[in-house]
């Protein structure tokens, strides 16, 4: 494995029992993320992009099928470990962000209880490190009075807040991979870039590796190095941001492109 990369996925196939045999949900998928690089992955509902992610934190349904393929992390195969190993990288290894951040808040903990329980799940910090740790990752997504914040449950703050608080405790664990699936899709515009331009500089700060999912090509332009497009399950182009904006070649990518061309029209 080259020295920069960190998450390998090579070839994988993955489908589920359909009443003719079985249904294809992901064909010969392979990629590469490298340290501090951010992956964009597009295509269109229902292509892949969250049987992807699923896939590579261990999360597929007990009736998905892993037919064929490996999915690296910093050396591990993931699709060997025992669920016990893979609970202990996810979270500190690899993270997630997901679109919805109020489902992912229990609504009776305080933001400082869920962040000092997740830290310490992970590291052998004390209650008062946990905290303190928690305080700094606060203020580094732009949360003001993070000290505060703590003491506050979920409820009690807005979705744009929440979603930054979701990559606080992410980023604080400093994993080699995030995750982030739709990540900024329930903000408006200018919450969206601030997160967006957050998010970006902490994964730099710490060399993270980011997987952004989302069907959104403003936001994939704005972020991504390279860009991977899906479709029906298949990669069927991956290529630098630059080119694939300027010069996509697969025809699918063409009319993504040109879809989102003409709803800006429209
Ligand atoms: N547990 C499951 N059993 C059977 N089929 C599934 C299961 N989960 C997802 N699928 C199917 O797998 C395909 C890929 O779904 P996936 O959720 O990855 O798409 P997506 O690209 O993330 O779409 P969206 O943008 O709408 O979230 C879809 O056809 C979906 O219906």
Redesign the pocket.
Known sequence: MEERVVLSVEHLHIS?PAPQGT?K??NDVSFDLKKGQVLGLV????????????AIMGL??D??LVEQGTIRLEGHNLLQLHPRQMRALRGSRIAVIMQNPMSAFNPTLTIGAHFVETIRTHRPLSRKEASELAVTYLAKTGLRFPDKLMDQYPFQLSGGMLQRVMIAIAMSLQPAVVIA??PTTALDSVHQTQLLDQMYRLCQEQDTAMLL?S?DLGVIAYMADEVMV?NN?SIVEKAPAADLFERPEHPYTRMLLQARADARLA
């Open positions: 589920v249904k949900l992901m295509g269109a509902s229902g292509s892949g992009k969250t049987m992807t992610c699923l597929l349904a009736s998905v699936d739709e999912v069907h899906m399950g």
